[in-house]
């Protein structure tokens, strides 16, 4: 069955086509486009489509983003508060909070008292970054990082804020950066997905479900995929007992030539994807094994990582195995770590995701420093948003807890073309609102593609009539942290 | 009424030539016959005379309507408004003289004539004063006529901008663009709109709509809202059917804006981005000095064929051109298991020997008799061949590299000897040397080298503290 009139799927754009296959075509000369312009006169190539080149000279090939689920609290660890414990205990002054929202887990709170960090603050590296006693690692390799210390958001709770992150909207459904740049950039390795996403094995926290790695409205082979800390990586992608790996190649050339049939009679987007996933599905069987498996790392670079290197699932493992993607051309790798919701018992959850993060996240740094890769990897270091300077909840002698805060929040990136040894942005002596330089999401966003080589007003997919962009109508590059 | 009062008032500026045209030639015919009483004077001449007086009479009324509209100097309105009336009433003078009164001497015809002369041209300066500024006529009078005309010697004029980034954001790009089309208007003399737009600091005080620049907000800056209103809009600038900024110039205002209005700062300082360089070339009319650089730094090379882009692709390679602007390519290799690359990959990559910038060959099981043709790639900037069992003796040939910055060579088989190799390369700024031979000691007086260091192991805490 053929479609005289285009569905409302992004039909008309060259869904499902790689860069390669597009000069492929091109390489059959006009007579190729002809038939195809006579099959579905829509699927005329459009190269703006998929980018074929950057805009500018990228200084970032690959991003590695380390994402801290559950919203890490500024104040603990990188942003040094001296007055709220000299006010600890006092109330937030209204003047400060400025009929700031709160979430409905201390609306109701009769009382917003302050609260001091616990954690004594050190000048680290040339740079002199202040960082909390509870990062020795990360202040080992300060001067690398760049420390963003005016981020905000609009989002307060970790649905819409990790939404926000990922996809540049508070509302579900958009695509994820990740796939925006495997959209834009397409791969450089056909063997690996160009978005793979590791989430940790164990522990609680905010859930992390698959909408903030997907594609949306972009074609659904630029889905992250996810890496699990397993037997199997990729879920049904071994051949099941009895199958050879011949017969399997087999059996998928055999269904090509029947999508190929149909795609020359219907030209629907959705089969050249089907097509392009069979066949990385199939590429995978040889190179998923090869990259997951760390048996070939030396003890000094597992030691980097600190002991729960070798633990497969583990934030350490999950680093160490996004280095190991990174040197396979995969452009986005995503690693999730949960926990960091301290809603009650802050001390100790700061020292318990230090503890499981603090290396391993240093380690990533120095290993791609070691390997010369650090100058063209960008590494980002963040989550949802920020905590509150008050306590939620009872505050006692050494224990309190702290609530979503979304007026800001510090991130780090490190690498990449950002500059080095570097902090961006000043929030106020309550580290509640942004004093100079706010950077928003969206201009973080916009401030990766540039680093990517891409302007992030000209990557665009055109979906219900409208041109969207991963900043939407937003977002301004960070000039003063680029290097 | 007001309305009305403005309607006629902007008729002055087309009535006063007529007084200007009339009183001029009345007055000399007067002085001509008056010195030549020979001559026949004909009776027109008083007809004339009462043309003149008329429409000088309506020119000045005219022109006090036009005062009201206010935004003129003072002072030099008042004056303009005497020689006005002094030059109406002479005509007026001379009407009565000579046509009624029927006076024909040498001395009626040099007072009246002379008096009028004078009256007409002091009247007329000061009006165009009013309307162009006083600095209008001697703008580009020679120094010794400034001089005379109690004017300051011209500064001298600013070097033409012949390279972009080092034009003065303000000097060089912003007070050109408001001096052309801005500051006839809003100058000291000619304040319309309570606004001057002749320094920055003027600038900056804004004007009776308000702050013309903040900085870093156009919507709240006056300046950027009205040049960019439909033209037909009331509060279009330039108003008055004024020549317009063009559309590159118009940009080039708001993105001064944006840039939270820096006062001085040479373009490159101010790390301007290439498309607004463009953007202000074309804005200032600059010839911007063709760069005879890539992006990379290196010669502009047309960009590599599609052929052999889809050649490299074909062999397995990730061949990419740097950007859209850029003539070189990316390319990157990787292999599934342990297969080494082949000479055939290798040598395909001379299709394209001068326009590789960027290639990255890290563990595709590289010999060391291969290096000999990736030594070839003249313009190679970014070589990496880690992870490959290459020697000293194979990476000699790398060494007539002349644009190498960048060369990867960690886990390699390299020693000390191959530093010798390395220093030989005249543009080299990095070498990343970790988990090979080559030694600390060795490398110490090499400011290339990098070997990194792990990291100095924090004591575990004491489970207490953990949960």
């Known amino acids: ?483 | 009424m007001e309305d009305l009062i403005l309607f006629l008032g902007h008729f002055h500026v087309l009535a006063l030539h007529l007084p200007i045209g009339i009183l001029a030639f009345v007055a000399i015919a007067e002085l001509y016959f008056g010195f030549k009483p020979n001559a026949e004077r004909p009776a027109l001449v008083n007809t004339i005379w009462l043309l003149g007086a008329v429409s000088a009479v309506i020119a000045a009324g005219l022109g006090y309507l036009l005062s009201l509209s206010g935004g003129y100097n003072e002072d030099t309105l008042e004056l303009h408004l005497i020689w006005g009336l002094i030059t109406s009433a002479t005509a007026l003078i001379g009407w009565v003289a000579f046509g009624i009164k029927g006076r024909r001497g040498k001395g009626w015809a040099i007072t009246i004539g002379g008096i009028q002369l004078v009256a007409l041209f002091t009247a007329g300066h000061l009006g165009g004063n009013l309307t162009h500024g006083p600095e209008y006529l001697f703008e580009h009078a020679p120094n010794p006529i400034r001089s005379l005309a109690g004017f300051e010697p011209k500064s001298a004029p600013r070097t033409p901008v012949s390279d972009l980034a080092q034009a003065d954001v303000f000097l060089d790009v912003v007070q050109p663009l408001l001096e052309l089309r801005c500051v006839t208007c809003h100058n000291p003399s000619k304040i319309k709109g309570g606004l001057l737009l002749d320094t920055y600091a003027n600038i900056m005080l804004g004007g009776d709509s308000g702050a013309a620049v903040t900085p870093g907000n156009l919507s709240a800056s006056e300046l950027s809202v009205r040049i960019n209103h439909d033209p037909a809009h009331d509060d279009y600038m330039p108003s008055g059917g004024k020549t317009p900024f063009t559309a590159a110039q118009t940009q080039v205002m708001d993105w001064w804006i944006l840039a939270v209005a820096p006062e001085s700062g040479t373009l490159s300082d101010l790390g301007v981005d290439t498309d607004t360089l463009d953007l202000i070339a074309a804005a200032i009319e600059v010839e911007v000095t063709v760069s005879h650089l890539d992006e990379l730094g290196l010669p502009i090379v047309t960009a590599a064929s599609r052929d052999v882009i889809m050649k490299l692709e074909s062999l397995g390679f990730d061949a990419t051109p740097v950007s859209e602007k850029s003539g070189y390519l990316d390319i990157d290799f990787y292999r599934i298991g342990q297969e080494s690359i082949s000479d055939e990959h290798i040598a395909a990559l001379l299709q394209a020997r001068d326009h590789i910038a960027w290639l990255n060959l890290g563990n595709s099981g590289l010999q060391d008799h291969q290096i000999e043709t990736i030594a070839q790639l003249s313009n190679l900037l970014k070589l990496d061949l880690s992870k490959n069992p290459v020697t000293d003796t194979g990476i000699i040939p790398l060494r007539s590299l002349p644009n190498l910055q960048t060369l990867n060579l960690h886990a390699t088989k390299i020693t000390d000897d191959a530093l010798p190799t390395l220093d030989k390369l005249p543009n080299l700024e990095q070498a990343f040397l970790w988990s090979t031979a080559v030694t600390t000691e060795a490398s110490t007086t090499r400011p290339y080298a990098r070997i990194e260091t792990g990291f100095i192991v924090v004591p575990a805490e004491d489970d207490e503290s953990n949960e």
């Open chain 1, 1 to 483: 069955m053929s479609h005289p009139e285009p569905l409302c799927t992004g039909y008309e754009d060259t869904v499902g086509l790689s860069r390669r296959s597009f000069l492929n075509k091109l390489g059959m000369g006009f007579g190729g486009l002809a038939l195809a312009d006579l099959v579905n006169p829509l699927s005329a190539l459009d190269p703006s489509a998929l980018l074929s080149s950057t805009h500018i000279a990228p200084k970032a090939k690959r991003v590695i983003f380390l994402y801290q689920s559950g919203g890490p609290s500024q104040m603990d660890l990188f942003d040094y508060k001296p007055r709220l414990n000299a006010e600890h205990g006092q109330e937030l002054p209204d003047s400060v909070r400025q009929g700031q929202r709160l979430t409905g887990m201390s609306t109701n709170q009769s009382s917003l008292p302050l609260a001091g960090s616990p954690f004594t603050f050190d000048e680290y590296g040339e740079s002199r970054a202040l960082l909390s006693s509870a990062l020795p690692y990360t202040a080992q390799v300060a001067d690398e990082i760049c420390f963003v210390k005016s981020m905000y958001t609009e989002a307060i709770n970790h649905g819409p804020g990790v939404s926000m992150m990922q996809t540049g909207s508070q509302i579900p459904g958009r695509p994820s950066f990740g796939s925006w740049m495997s959209y834009g950039l397409g791969s450089m390795n056909d063997n690996l997905p160009s978005y793979v996403v590791l989430k940790p094995k164990t522990g609680g926290g905010q859930p992390l479900t698959s909408r903030y790695w997907d594609a949306g409205f972009l074609p659904g082979k630029h889905n992250g995929v996810e890496f699990r800390a397993d037997k199997d990586a990729v879920l049904y992608l071994n051949n099941p007992q009895g199958v050879s790996r011949r017969s399997r190649h087999a059996a998928i050339e055999s269904l090509q030539a029947f999508h190929e049939r149909q795609l020359a009679e219907t030209s629907d987007p959705a089969l050249e994807n089907h097509i392009a996933q069979y066949e990385m599905a199939f590429r995978m069987q040889a190179s998923v094994p090869e990259v997951t498996d760390l048996s070939g790392e030396p003890q000094s670079v597992l030691d980097l990582y600190g002991p729960n290197a070798t633990e497969p699932g583990t934030f350490a493992a999950n680093c160490l195995l996004a280095r190991r993607l990174a040197e396979k051309g995969v452009r986005f790798i995503q690693v999730f770590e949960k926990g960091w919701d301290a809603h009650g018992n802050l001390p100790a959850n700061i020292r318990n995701q230090t503890k499981k993060t603090d290396q391993p996240s240093a380690a990533l740094i120095k290993d791609l420093k070691m390997r010369g890769m650090l100058d063209d990897t960008l590494v980002v270091w963040g989550g949802e948003f920020g905590r509150t300077n008050y306590c939620q909840g009872k505050m006692t002698a050494d224990n309190f807890g702290r609530d979503h805060h979304p007026r800001c929040f510090t991130m780090w990136m490190a690498g990449g073309g950002v500059k080095p040894g570097y902090s961006h942005g000043i929030t106020d002596d309550y580290c509640y609102n942004i004093v100079q330089d706010g950077v928003h999401v969206h201009d973080l966003h916009a401030t990766m593609m540039h680093l990517l080589g891409i302007n992030h007003e000209r990557l665009t997919f055109k979906y219900q009539g409208r041109h969207f962009r991963l900043t939407d109508v937003h977002g301004h590059v960070v000039k003063p942290i680029l290097a």
